[in-house]
């Protein structure tokens, strides 16, 4: 199976929602090669969300260090990243998430997949460093990385899709990267 539509799809997403969102117009995520054979610690931070249904799944990890994404965060309020708290990091990331989710989401459906969305979830920690990294290259199943081209060690986009059917996987060869939507506020708490 080429995973390469559907990864594709999640990395235009998730640079369109960042840019918007952070309102910095140069943010691109770029693929990452994916750490085999033992677990990496990619940041401190990560919020998860799930987009699925009873065929297939897909959950987007974002890893972020909170001095790394204050920038962005500081540039989406208009404040200073100085006065950017970890709080608020972690709500500007799980939005970040939701939003980029419902984006997929979107495109999905045009190709035939509906899937549900979970709500975000943040965590404090190295969430991955006792999970093996699954394997990346078996029917079925993917993994991949991409990283945020700036500000250096921000932010890494992990993303873990699962199918059982070869209609859905058939559907996703189809899908096409989205076109860039109208851009969505991220609301803070």
């Known amino acids: 199976m080429d995973w390469s539509p559907l990864l594709d799809s999640v990395r235009a ?17 770029t693929p990452l090669e994916v750490c085999t054979g033992r677990s990496r610690v990619y940041a401190n931070h990560s919020a998860y969300i799930l987009l699925a249904s009873n065929m297939f799944s897909l959950t987007l990890i974002a890893h972020y260090n909170v001095e790394g994404i204050r920038p962005l965060v500081g540039s989406a309020l208009g404040m200073s990243a100085n006065d950017a708290s970890p709080f608020l990091a972690m709500d500007f990331v799980k939005e970040f998430c939701n939003l980029t989710a419902g984006s997929l989401a979107r495109s999905l459906r045009e190709t035939g997949i509906n899937l549900g969305i979970s709500l975000p979830v943040g965590l404090r920690g190295y969430s991955k460093i006792f999970t ?16 945020l081209t700036s500000p250096e060690e921000a932010l890494y986009l992990e993303v873990v899709a699962h199918c059982s059917s070869n209609d859905v996987l058939e559907l996703l060869g189809n899908l096409s990267t989205p076109q860039p939507e109208q851009p969505e506020e991220i609301e803070f708490l």
């Open 132 to 147: 093996p990294e699954a394997p990346h290259n078996i029917a079925g199943q993917c993994t991949a990385m991409c990283k």
């Open 13 to 29: 997403a998730a640079s369109q929602r960042m840019r918007d969102s952070s309102r910095q117009p140069d943010l691109e995520f």
